[in-house]
């Protein structure tokens, strides 16, 4: 069976920082991502990264705040969230495909086959 898990959410304040993990199981996954979702908004993308690590994608409002990593060992997927702002309070959702992403795909939801159940962050200000 497939399946992503994430865990490390959590209320913290502005400028705190938290670490995300999301573990899959039942196979391996070439390009993994976070994506996020606030009440009342839509689903909307946060970091990838390539099966080698050595290839990131962020959005603009987490760049040089948050960091995706892999440890393709343990198949896992990281986010480290450093200077945290109310505005990114929302739902983090592990993503995971088995295809190599190029391109503008890295961004689209739609090209991951694979969803964990999400984890909630809420950062008071």
């Known amino acids: 069976q497939i399946q992503l898990v994430e865990s490390g959410g959590g209320l913290v304040q502005t400028g705190d920082s938290l670490r995300l993990s999301c573990a899959a199981s039942?196979?391996?996954?070439?390009?993994l991502a976070w994506f996020r979702q606030a009440p009342g908004k839509e689903r909307e993308f946060v970091a990838a990264?390539?099966?080698?690590?050595?290839?990131?994608y962020y959005d603009d409002s987490v760049k040089g705040r948050f960091t995706i990593s892999r440890d393709n060992a343990k198949n896992t997927v990281y986010l480290q969230m450093n200077s945290l702002k109310p505005e990114d309070t929302a739902v983090y959702y592990c993503?995971?495909?088995?295809?190599?992403?190029?391109?503008?795909?890295?961004?689209?939801?739609?090209?991951?086959?694979?969803w964990g159940q999400g984890t909630q962050v809420t950062v008071s200000s």
């Open positions: 993503a995971a495909t088995p295809r190599a992403l190029y391109g503008s795909s890295w961004y689209g939801g739609n090209e991951y086959n694979y």
């Open positions: 990264i390539n099966w080698s690590g050595r290839n990131t």
């Open positions: 039942g196979r391996t996954f070439s390009s």
